[in-house]
């Protein structure tokens, strides 16, 4: 595509943005780069387990294809004939996970990636309504806003969609299906702010326009059908 239609496309993607009722942000990778944390979080839990497991960054980057912790766990037990892990011991060894990933986030926290501050507070601006719509869970998500936004974060987003609260992770459009009937809203009138196939696939599949923002483990996924991919959320709001 040559420049000058890029650009076009891109002022065009921007007024569709402003123009939207409301703002669907996806967390990790989209919001702060956690994915670094969480593998961290995670290798911590196996060795507090006991577990010779450790996962390096070329492992997860193929783990990170499966949405959910608990299952990704699960996909990666699932290596062997025999698994070693009961359900049961699965969802203690993520909430052994969990506490570290909070740990760590407190410490040293995670923080916001360009353009995010800016994006939200232009929206707010704008009166657009914004809500989250994430696979990871609420305690992380209060983790790592509470230090990156403030303790007063949750004020900002008028409804939160988590992984757990619906029957299936992304790529099912599960989150986001549940956040318009939340804000009662159709989906042509929200834009989903994502950074992964994963992420792109559930919002398509609700039917909601989707603009990328690429992270560091999803960089090169594919993003066809999305309203815009840029590296960062700073090419959209100053
Ligand atoms: C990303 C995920 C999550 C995190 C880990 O969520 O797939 O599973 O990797 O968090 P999103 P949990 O990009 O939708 O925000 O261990 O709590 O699942
Ligand atoms: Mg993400």
């Not at 006991?50 to 960054?57: H, P, R, S, T």
């Not at 290596?79 to 892990?85: C, I, M, T």
């Amino acid at each position: 595509m040559n420049e000058a239609l890029a650009a076009i496309r891109a002022r065009a993607a921007r007024e569709t943005i402003a123009g939207a009722r409301a703002l669907i942000f996806d967390v990790d990778g989209t919001l702060a780069e956690t994915e670094e944390v969480h593998r961290r979080a995670f290798n911590a839990a196996f060795a507090e387990a006991g577990l010779d497991w450790f996962w390096d960054q070329v492992t997860y980057a193929r783990l990170l294809r499966v949405a959910g912790g608990k299952e990704r766990i699960r996909a990666f037990d699932q290596r062997n004939p025999v698994p070693s892990l009961s359900f049961a011991e699965i969802a203690g060894l993520h909430r052994i996970k969990t506490a570290r990933y909070a740990a760590l986030i407190a410490g040293g926290g995670c923080p916001l990636r360009p353009g995010v501050r800016a994006l939200v507070g232009n929206a707010r601006r704008r009166g657009q309504r914004l809500a989250i719509a994430t696979t990871t869970s609420h305690g992380n998500i209060d983790a790592l806003l509470s230090v990156a936004l403030g303790l007063g974060w949750a004020d900002l987003f008028e409804t939160i969609v988590a992984g757990d609260d619906v029957p299936r992770k992304k790529p099912a459009p599960d989150v986001y299906v549940e956040v318009l009937a939340r804000l009662a809203l159709a989906p042509a009138d929200c834009i989903a702010v994502e950074d992964s196939g994963n992420g792109l696939a559930a919002a398509a599949r609700a039917g909601i326009p989707a603009i990328i923002t690429r992270s560091a483990y999803f960089g090169d996924d594919d993003f066809t059908g999305a309203l815009l991919v840029v590296d960062d959320l700073s090419e959209i709001d100053e």
